[in-house]
Antibody
Framework: HERLVESGGGLVKPGGSLRLSCATSGFPFGDYYMSWLRQAPGKGLEWLSHIGTFDTPIYYADSVKGRFTISRDDASNSVYLQMNSLRAEDTALYYC????????????????WGQGTQVTVSS | DIQMTQSPSSLSASVGDRVTLTCRASDSISNYINWYQHRPGTAPKLLIYAASNLQSGVPSRFSGSGSGTDFTLTISSLQPEDFATYYCQQSYDTPITFGQGTRLEIK
């Protein structure tokens, strides 16, 4: 059974940085896309970024493009999200998710999720 | 960007009821829609992918239908564990977008 565990969240000042990690087990990590999503307080879900197998393709939502960087390490079955220039509106619960693309170039869905790690951006 | 609009925003129902949740896309997305269930304090759970495909392990009381711009998620007989927020998500094009959610509450 697949398991995904996020870590690295916390309280950071505006303009600061954090690196989120997601450790996975129970499935062939290298065969899957991986994604980061978030839910801000009182808001819905937002798909932030995904990374394909062998590090390509990479997608970013406009809200994080140029500030966040996704990466993966197939040797350790982990995916990361480097978050720079953090803003108050980045405050959210951040989830990593195993992702399937059922149609080449589209059709992404997140079929297994972690429990999330909280990021709070405040002075 | 493709906007996803869910209705109703909230719904009160009783155990055993049949309920239908709706999601409308601002442009045609063929069958590129997925549905998730999110209970407070837990990880979101994939229910349906590609409009009508039941994810492994999801009870058969859940079903999805639709194509183009109008989609539905139906729960045939509500169980206590089904009271949650439900989100649709389009995967036809980037940016990948979710609906605002439908909160299903106990009557």
């Amino acid at each position: 059974h697949e398991r995904l565990v996020e870590s690295g969240g916390g309280l950071v000042k505006p303009g600061g940085s954090l690196r989120l990690s997601c450790a996975t087990s129970g499935f062939p990590f290298g065969d899957y896309y991986m994604s980061w999503l978030r839910q801000a307080p009182g808001k819905g879900l937002e798909w932030l970024s995904h990374i394909g197998t062998f590090d390509t393709p990479i997608y970013y939502a406009d809200s994080v493009k140029g500030r966040f960087t996704i990466s993966r390490d197939d040797a350790s079955n982990s995916v990361y999200l480097q978050m720079n220039s953090l803003r108050a509106e980045d405050t959210a619960l951040y989830y990593c998710a195993r992702t399937v693309m059922w149609q080449y170039g589209s059709g992404w869905y997140a079929d297994s999720w972690g429990q999330g790690t909280q990021v709070t951006v405040s002075s | 960007d493709i906007q996803m609009t869910q209705s109703p925003s909230s719904l009160s129902a009783s155990v055993g009821d049949r309920v239908t949740l709706t999601c409308r896309a601002s442009d045609s997305i063929s069958n590129y829609i997925n549905w998730y269930q999110h209970r407070p304090g837990t990880a979101p759970k994939l229910l349906i992918y590609a409009a009508s495909n039941l994810q492994s392990g999801v009870p058969s009381r859940f079903s999805g239908s639709g194509s183009g711009t109008d989609f539905t998620l139906t729960i045939s007989s509500l169980q206590p564990e089904d009271f949650a927020t439900y989100y649709c998500q389009q995967s036809y094009d980037t940016p990948i977008t979710f609906g605002q959610g439908t909160r299903l509450e106990i009557k």
